[in-house]
């Protein structure tokens, strides 16, 4: 009889927002249980970094010598999930109707539920574009639950689709190329009789291939709208835990990240946990690697205690069956992870970058923005209580073109340039910020803020902008960098995008259960709620508008959860006219500026969702929800175009105690099937733009 999972059974209400004890458990492994890791002195940051040096050695030296069931509670779904629209909410205003709000947001916003299907505004049409297990490359089969393989898997789409990037397809009428991350897996839900103390090698190695990125051509069917996946196309990729990547940038050759398999420094496997991303104007895609910190076993240094690795075995057991998941005995391999990653989707045959310059740490997503004279921003956040949000101004002009010459140097534009970090500073008396979220006497929480330098990397090498720290250390200690130059401590600082209308920058903090316990920081005039579990939105005007400025004015713009709650703000708007909104999470823009946010572990009683809120004129911070996902679901990386919006329905069925046989949800494909992560696509029924 196989020893029950500690988390089965574990009331949902008891972790972070409404998320479940499983999702917590395999995404980012339980991180919200565990110690805070920013807990470090500015002061000993040398002695923690020599500590880690040390110990290197040693790992090093005795490797030469030497070569942890699902129980029950959730019951089983009867009917099947359908497609659904529905109705305008009632309350908080939701009586405007589908012909009112700011252009593009003009429908009639669904209403909080726990329906468990997609559910869309009245008038518009849905469908799943491809889901978990689709056959993308030639020779694989079709899906089969009971008969995965890893070589099976490897040309499937991969598992919990999370970043969604949809770019031109030229000459080929009617196509596109969507770009799609898969951030993590969940062993129980993807296997029958899953034994989490003893899974086997094929189910690790099936894993492996479920990781990683996906590179699919989808097709517009003219006549009903629908968005499906061509199989088998020239451009169609897997890339999973055992592909090649390169280390570009400062670190790359760097002792720090040499390896007995891979001496030089310059080669890794895999990518892991790739949670949002980006999409370039030089037409590659952005991965942010995040809570890779969970894959690996055995750490004991104080670096990798503030990144949050265990010091026993891990969740997978993948360390019994690859070696470099142990730092027993590989103590560098886990300083190869934790980058932002640049995918060439038009050329099949391309190593994708693991960029070092833009540093290490739980990269939620990477969004980029350019300087008048051509010169890359990327704006980027470390999801961990606690942590900070970066930019990475870079030195190099980007070339235009499709040429080659003009590919392969653009693709070097994340390797120069200058890593900062922020310090926020409010502008009302400490005194005003209690901790409710109560608006201080100027009615904003509002103030300024600069970047400050980490380092530089050029052509010629690099420099440290750190007292007591070598460049190298810089961009592989990142955190421990910001910890030392007094960065400001967020509320898990998750997916930033800049509003390609205005050019104003927009951070969402999902939430922080810790903020004001214990020991840990208080409320600040950025932060100003402690036990924060609903989460908000900074809004970051720089200087002169100009993305490479070291200064910038901020604002909160959105302070999440029930309208009716006194501790909420909508940027001023009217609160009984707006959707109740918790932990907001990935974020994107329309065309006409408006801001779109993805929900992750609602507090709110509801499932995650889309919504969209104007941020200018005068329905600034009018919410308007416009989609909810199915039970124990994720709304993950949306796209916003003028006639489709998509989102990625991560983990649905994500419930405690749920598993293959005891399943939490039906959707996609009803009664008797395996719950499967998705991407969908919705769209007005009448073809018109969405929202106008």
Same mark, same amino acid.
């Given at each position: 009889m196989?020893?029950?999972?500690?988390?089965?059974?574990?009331?949902s209400?008891?972790h972070?927002g409404?998320?479940?004890?499983?999702?917590?458990?395999f995404?980012c492994g339980?991180?919200?249980?565990?110690?805070?890791?920013?807990?470090?002195?500015?002061e000993y940051v040398?002695d923690?970094?020599?500590?880690?040096?040390?110990?290197?050695?040693m790992?090093?030296?005795?490797?030469v010598?030497?070569?942890a069931?699902a129980?029950?509670?959730a019951?089983g779904?009867?009917?099947?999930?359908?497609?659904?629209?529905?109705?305008a909410?009632?309350?908080?205003?939701?009586?405007?109707?589908?012909h009112?709000?700011?252009r593009?947001?003009?429908?009639?916003?669904?209403?909080?539920n726990?329906?468990?299907?997609?559910?869309?505004?009245?008038?518009?049409?849905?469908?799943?574009?491809?889901r978990?297990?689709e056959?993308?490359l030639?020779?694989?089969?079709a899906?089969n639950?009971?008969?995965?393989?890893?070589?099976?898997q490897?040309?499937?789409?991969?598992?919990?689709?999370?970043?969604?990037?949809?770019?031109?397809?030229?000459g080929?009428?009617?196509?596109?190329l969507?770009?799609?991350?898969?951030?993590y897996?969940?062993?129980?839900?993807?296997f029958?009789?899953?034994?989490?103390?003893n899974?086997?090698?094929?189910?690790?190695?099936?894993?492996?291939?479920?990781?990683?990125?996906?590179?699919?051509?989808?097709?517009?069917?003219?006549?009903?709208?629908e968005?499906?996946?061509?199989n088998?196309?020239?451009?169609?990729?897997r890339?999973?835990?055992?592909?090649?990547?390169?280390l570009? #940038?400062? *670190?790359?050759?760097? &002792?720090?990240?040499?390896?007995?398999?891979? +001496?030089?420094g310059?080669?890794? %496997? !895999?990518t892991?946990?790739?949670?949002?991303?980006?999409t370039?104007?030089?037409g590659?895609?952005?991965?942010?690697e995040?809570?890779?910190n969970?894959?690996f076993?055995?750490?004991?240094?104080?670096?990798?205690?503030?990144?949050?690795?265990g010091?026993g075995a891990?969740e997978r057991?993948?360390e019994?069956?690859?070696?470099?998941?142990?730092?027993?005995?590989?103590?560098?391999?886990?300083?190869?992870? #934790?980058? *932002?990653?640049?995918? &060439?989707?038009?050329d099949?045959?391309?190593? +994708?970058r693991k960029?070092?310059? %833009? !540093?290490?740490?739980?990269?939620e997503?990477?969004?980029?923005?350019?300087?008048?004279?051509?010169?890359?921003?990327v704006?980027?956040g470390?999801?961990?209580?606690?942590?900070?949000?970066?930019?990475?101004?870079?030195?190099?002009?980007?070339?235009?073109?499709?040429?080659?010459?003009?590919?392969?140097?653009?693709?070097?534009l994340?390797?120069?340039?200058?890593l900062y970090v922020?310090?926020?500073?409010?502008d009302?008396?400490?005194?005003?910020?209690?901790?409710?979220?109560?608006?201080?006497?100027?009615?904003?929480?509002?103030?300024?803020?600069?970047?400050?330098?980490?380092?530089?990397?050029t052509?010629?090498?690099?420099?440290?902008?750190?007292?007591g720290?070598?460049?190298?250390?810089?961009f592989?200690?990142?955190?421990l960098?910001g910890?030392?130059?007094?960065?400001?401590k967020?509320?898990?600082?998750?997916?930033?995008?800049?509003?390609?209308?205005?050019g104003?920058?927009?951070?969402?903090?999902?939430?922080?259960?810790?903020?004001?316990?214990?020991?840990?920081?208080?409320?600040?005039e950025?932060?100003?709620?402690?036990?924060?579990?609903?989460?908000h939105?900074?809004?970051?005007?720089?200087?002169w508008?100009?993305?490479?400025?070291?200064?910038?004015?901020w604002?909160?713009?959105?302070v999440?959860?029930?309208?009716?709650?006194?501790?909420t703000?909508?940027?001023?708007?009217p609160?009984?006219?707006?959707?109740?909104i918790?932990?907001?999470?990935?974020?994107?823009?329309?065309?006409?500026?408006?801001?779109?946010i993805?929900?992750?572990?609602?507090a709110?009683?509801?499932?995650?969702?889309?919504f969209g809120?104007?941020?200018?004129?005068?329905?600034?911070g009018?919410?308007?929800?416009?989609?909810?996902?199915?039970?124990?679901?994720?709304?993950?990386?949306?796209?916003?175009?003028?006639?489709?919006?998509?989102v990625?329905?991560?983990?649905?069925?994500?419930v405690?105690?749920?598993?293959?046989?005891?399943?939490?949800?039906?959707?996609?494909?009803?009664?008797g099937?395996?719950v499967?992560?998705?991407?969908v696509?919705?769209?007005?029924?009448?073809?018109?733009d969405?929202g106008?």
């Amino acid at each position: 009889m196989r020893k029950l999972l500690p988390l089965i059974g574990t009331p949902s209400g008891s972790h972070p927002g409404g998320r479940s004890a499983m999702t917590c458990r395999f995404r980012c492994g339980d991180a919200c249980f565990h110690e805070v890791p920013n807990t470090t002195s500015n002061e000993y940051v040398g002695d923690v970094i020599a500590g880690a040096l040390s110990r290197r050695s040693m790992m090093r030296a005795a490797a030469v010598v030497t070569v942890a069931a699902a129980g029950a509670g959730a019951a089983g779904v009867v009917a099947a999930p359908e497609a659904q629209a529905a109705p305008a909410a009632k309350g908080h205003g939701h009586g405007h109707g589908k012909h009112k709000g700011a252009r593009g947001l003009r429908f009639a916003p669904v209403a909080p539920n726990t329906n468990d299907a997609v559910t869309v505004p009245e008038g518009y049409r849905q469908n799943v574009v491809i889901r978990w297990g689709e056959p993308i490359l030639r020779g694989a089969p079709a899906f089969n639950g009971d008969k995965q393989s890893a070589r099976a898997q490897a040309g499937q789409f991969g598992y919990n689709c999370d970043f969604l990037s949809l770019l031109p397809l030229k000459g080929e009428h009617g196509r596109q190329l969507l770009v799609a991350n898969h951030e993590y897996t969940d062993e129980i839900l993807m296997f029958r009789d899953y034994d989490p103390e003893n899974p086997t090698r094929e189910q690790v190695e099936i894993a492996w291939a479920a990781h990683g990125l996906a590179v699919v051509a989808v097709e517009e069917e003219r006549r009903t709208g629908e968005l499906t996946a061509v199989n088998r196309h020239q451009l169609n990729r897997r890339l999973t835990a055992t592909s090649e990547f390169r280390l570009t #940038g400062p *670190v790359a050759g760097s &002792d720090l990240v040499k390896t007995s398999a891979d +001496p030089r420094g310059s080669k890794v %496997l !895999g990518t892991l946990n790739n949670c949002s991303g980006g999409t370039t104007p030089w037409g590659t895609t952005l991965h942010g690697e995040e809570n890779f910190n969970q894959y690996f076993a055995n750490g004991g240094s104080a670096t990798d205690k503030r990144y949050g690795i265990g010091t026993g075995a891990t969740e997978r057991k993948w360390e019994r069956f690859d070696k470099r998941f142990d730092l027993a005995q590989e103590p560098n391999e886990v300083h190869r992870f #934790g980058y *932002v990653v640049e995918l &060439d989707p038009y050329d099949p045959d391309s190593t +994708p970058r693991k960029h070092t310059a %833009l !540093g290490r740490f739980k990269h939620e997503a990477a969004t980029v923005r350019m300087t008048h004279d051509g010169r890359p921003v990327v704006y980027t956040g470390d999801d961990e209580r606690f942590d900070y949000f970066y930019k990475f101004v870079g030195s190099k002009r980007m070339r235009h073109g499709n040429s080659r010459s003009a590919r392969e140097h653009n693709l070097t534009l994340l390797d120069e340039g200058t890593l900062y970090v922020a310090k926020l500073t409010g502008d009302s008396p400490a005194i005003e910020i209690d901790g409710t979220g109560k608006l201080p006497k100027d009615g904003e929480f509002d103030g300024s803020g600069q970047w400050i330098p980490l380092a530089t990397a050029t052509a010629h090498g690099a420099v440290s902008h750190v007292d007591g720290m070598t460049a190298d250390e810089v961009f592989v200690f990142t955190r421990l960098a910001g910890d030392k130059v007094g960065a400001t401590k967020m509320d898990r600082p998750e997916d930033i995008e800049p509003n390609p209308v205005t050019g104003k920058v927009y951070v969402a903090l999902t939430n922080n259960s810790n903020r004001g316990v214990g020991s840990n920081a208080k409320a600040d005039e950025a932060n100003p709620r402690n036990a924060n579990k609903h989460g908000h939105v900074l809004e970051l005007t720089e200087r002169w508008n100009r993305p490479e400025s070291t200064r910038f004015a901020w604002s909160l713009f959105l302070v999440a959860g029930d309208p009716e709650d006194p501790a909420t703000y909508f940027a001023g708007f009217p609160k009984d006219s707006v959707s109740p909104i918790s932990c907001p999470d990935n974020v994107a823009f329309d065309d006409h500026g408006n801001l779109w946010i993805s929900t992750d572990g609602s507090a709110l009683g509801s499932h995650d969702g889309l919504f969209g809120v104007a941020t200018r004129g005068d329905r600034r911070g009018e919410l308007k929800q416009f989609l909810t996902v199915p039970n124990g679901a994720e709304t993950c990386g949306p796209v916003i175009q003028d006639r489709r919006v998509l989102v990625a329905v991560q983990h649905p069925g994500e419930v405690d105690g749920a598993t293959v046989d005891q399943p939490a949800s039906a959707w996609p494909d009803g009664p008797g099937t395996y719950v499967r992560p998705a991407v969908v696509a919705v769209w007005r029924a009448d073809g018109q733009d969405i929202g106008v």
